[in-house]
């Protein structure tokens, strides 16, 4: 671990972080990671020119650095069996898997970009914080589900990238304040859009099986119907896919659906499947 800062005249200032850690919640193959980040800022109101109360604060900075997300299951790379009971034979009891391996598995990375302005004004009776970020995350981990031939229903996997872009802001106002009491009324807003920049192949598989129905097992009818996420390249993480519906027709009872050209059918077929 290295840190480093430097301040000059009280105005400028910059500050430089590197790490290197090593976890055995991932793979063998991929246990240690790498980060850095470095920040600047300007204090704007120590400035002469813009002639503010002592009191005041007027402040602009930036970061840009990556940091890595470690909070998951400490066994999720290893592979684990789990003894029971009920499965005696005439030598011991048997054991079965309840998780698969990954010695591949790596840190979720994230590149995050940020510029904000921070204000205080008025006797620090009006504060203001407005930030906008860019937040990049590679190696993307995600319970990934298995066929039941495995012996188990999910796996952690490294699916891919996101990317997140928002904006926040905080306000403070101090309408009232003295040595008895105080009224002040904050207001926070945010707003923030993701999007699936690059998927794993097993989560494109993944998606295929999700689009893939026997007419003759109701089950995986009725699961087809429900409103599956579709994780996909160039759309949000939230995005929600399921065939529109114009309503009960009230002459058959029946549903009608429509396609993707905008046509309507009484036929339900998964591939009318839109984002919502």
Same mark, same amino acid.
């Given at each position: 671990?290295?840190?480093?800062?430097?301040?000059?005249?009280?105005?400028?200032?910059?500050?430089?972080?590197?790490?290197?850690?090593?976890?055995?919640?991932?793979?063998?193959?991929?246990?240690?990671?790498?980060?850095?980040?470095?920040?600047?800022?300007?204090?704007?109101?120590?400035?002469?020119?813009?002639?503010?109360?002592?009191?005041?604060?007027?402040?602009?900075?930036?970061?840009?650095?990556?940091?890595?997300?470690?909070?998951?299951?400490?066994?999720?790379?290893?592979?684990?069996?789990?003894?029971?009971?009920?499965?005696?034979?005439?030598?011991?009891?048997?054991?079965?898997?309840?998780?698969?391996?990954?010695?591949?598995? =790596?840190?979720?990375?994230?590149?995050?970009? #940020?510029?904000? /302005? !921070?204000?205080?004004?008025?006797?620090?009776? @009006?504060? &203001?914080?407005?930030?906008?970020?860019?937040?990049?995350?590679?190696?993307?981990?995600?319970?990934?589900?298995?066929?039941?031939?495995?012996?188990?229903?999910?796996?952690?996997?490294?699916?891919?990238?996101?990317?997140?872009?928002?904006?926040?802001?905080?306000?403070?106002?101090?309408?009232?304040?003295?040595?008895?009491?105080?009224?002040?009324?904050?207001?926070?807003?945010?707003?923030?859009?993701?999007?699936?920049?690059?998927?794993?192949? =097993?989560?494109?598989?993944?998606?295929?099986? #999700?689009?893939? /129905? !026997?007419?003759?097992?109701?089950?995986?009818? @009725?699961? &087809?119907?429900?409103?599956?996420?579709?994780?996909?390249?160039?759309?949000?993480?939230?995005?929600?896919?399921?065939?529109?519906?114009?309503?009960?027709?009230?002459?058959?009872?029946?549903?009608?659906?429509?396609?993707?050209?905008?046509?309507?059918?009484?036929?339900?077929?998964?591939?009318?499947?839109?984002?919502?």
């Amino acid at each position: 671990y290295l840190t480093g800062n430097l301040m000059y005249n009280n105005r400028y200032y910059a500050d430089f972080t590197i790490r290197t850690e090593g976890n055995s919640v991932f793979g063998s193959d991929n246990r240690f990671g790498t980060f850095w980040a470095a920040g600047a800022g300007w204090n704007l109101h120590r400035e002469k020119f813009m002639n503010l109360n002592p009191e005041d604060i007027l402040k602009i900075r930036a970061s840009v650095g990556y940091t890595g997300n470690a909070n998951f299951s400490p066994y999720q790379a290893l592979t684990t069996y789990q003894y029971r009971a009920d499965l005696f034979y005439g030598k011991g009891i048997g054991a079965v898997p309840i998780a698969i391996g990954n010695p591949e598995l =790596a840190y979720e990375k994230s590149l995050n970009t #940020n510029v904000g /302005i !921070d204000v205080a004004l008025f006797r620090n009776r @009006l504060n &203001l914080t407005l930030d906008y970020y860019d937040k990049v995350t590679d190696n993307l981990l995600l319970s990934n589900t298995k066929a039941p031939s495995i012996g188990v229903s999910e796996a952690t996997e490294n699916v891919g990238k996101l990317r997140n872009v928002g904006r926040e802001l905080s306000s403070r106002v101090t309408n009232i304040q003295n040595k008895e009491w105080s009224w002040s009324m904050a207001l926070m807003a945010t707003h923030n859009r993701n999007r699936i920049l690059e998927i794993s192949e =097993a989560l494109r598989e993944q998606n295929k099986k #999700n689009n893939t /129905i !026997d007419p003759e097992d109701p089950e995986q009818v @009725l699961k &087809l119907r429900k409103a599956i996420p579709m994780y996909e390249e160039g759309e949000s993480i939230t995005a929600i896919k399921a065939v529109r519906s114009f309503g009960i027709d009230p002459v058959t009872g029946k549903e009608i659906y429509v396609t993707k050209d905008g046509s309507l059918t009484y036929e339900y077929d998964f591939r009318d499947k839109q984002v919502f």
